[in-house]
């Protein structure tokens, strides 16, 4: 039997974020914005956001030293990392948040489609 698609269930692109933590007074932090910037024009869809650390918000408890690199809350760099493995990362962390977001629709369609067949069973 063919199942349909639960028009809820659209797979859509996800989000990825890469956040970039520098410090004013780090010398390291210049090539991590401009780093960010080279990822921003590279991804499009990739959210980049550069967090300046100036002492007014605390930063995450995951970083201890800047440049720190978090994609989607995760640290994959503390220091700048080499562009084409950021850029590698940030294609591969792609890859698997499409594959998860198609199983879970696939998944929460095959739910549905096994309780609308039990409903007619029953009947």
Request: charged share 35%; glycine share 4%.
């Amino acid at each position: 039997m063919r199942r349909k698609l639960d028009s809820k269930a659209k797979l859509t692109k996800p989000r990825i974020s890469l956040e970039v933590f520098v410090a004013p007074d780090c010398p390291a932090s210049q090539e991590a914005r401009t780093i960010a910037g080279e990822m921003r024009e590279r991804f499009p869809a990739l959210a980049v956001d550069l967090i300046v650390l100036d002492g007014r918000r605390p930063a995450p408890r995951q970083v201890v030293a800047t440049p720190t690199y978090l994609l989607d809350g995760e640290v994959i760099s503390l220091g700048n990392p080499r562009r084409e493995a950021l850029a590698r990362e940030v294609a591969l962390h792609g890859v698997r948040e499409r594959r998860r977001l198609h199983l879970c629709a696939r998944q929460s369609v095959g739910a549905r489609s096994d309780r609308e067949e039990e409903k007619y069973q029953d009947d």
